[in-house]
């Protein structure tokens, strides 16, 4: 089975950086892995997907400032906040679909799973 490990959340003002890792036990290298928000009253949405194959794929409020990285070595997904706003405070999950490798569109949120418990980040103006 899978299991993901967020952190590195926290409390920056606008304008400001995180980074945050998700550290996994189990065999994701034919899966893909994605960082998905949850803001309080709103649905689960998609922020970056990354597989072993070297795709990667952002949701378009994040482009540009937002970087997914893996360390497979590590068995660890990585995602480089930049240029936070307020609207990006939400808690942040990591999540797998393990039925096939990343794709743009997204898969349907439906085939993620294995939710970590998530990290928060807060973003103040």
């Known amino acids: 089975a899978v299991s993901f490990t967020e952190s590195g959340g926290g409390s920056v003002q606008s304008g400001g950086s995180l980074r945050l890792s998700c550290e996994a036990s189990?065999?994701?290298?034919?899966?893909?892995i994605g960082w998905f928000r949850q803001a309080p009253g709103k649905e689960r949405e998609g922020v970056a997907a990354?597989?072993?194959?070297?795709?990667?794929t952002y949701d378009s409020s994040v482009k540009g400032r937002f970087t997914i990285s893996q360390d497979s070595n590590k068995n660890t997904i990585y995602l480089q906040m930049s240029g936070l706003r307020p609207e990006d405070t939400a808690m942040y999950y990591c999540?797998?679909?393990?039925?096939?490798?990343?794709?743009?569109?997204?898969?349907?949120?439906?085939?993620?799973?294995?939710w970590g418990r998530g990290t928060q980040v807060t973003v103040s103006s």
């Open positions: 990354i597989d072993r194959i070297g795709t990667v």
């Open positions: 999540g797998a679909d393990p039925y096939d490798f990343c794709s743009d569109p997204w898969p349907p949120l439906s085939r993620f799973g294995f």
């Open positions: 189990g065999d994701i290298s034919n899966s893909c």
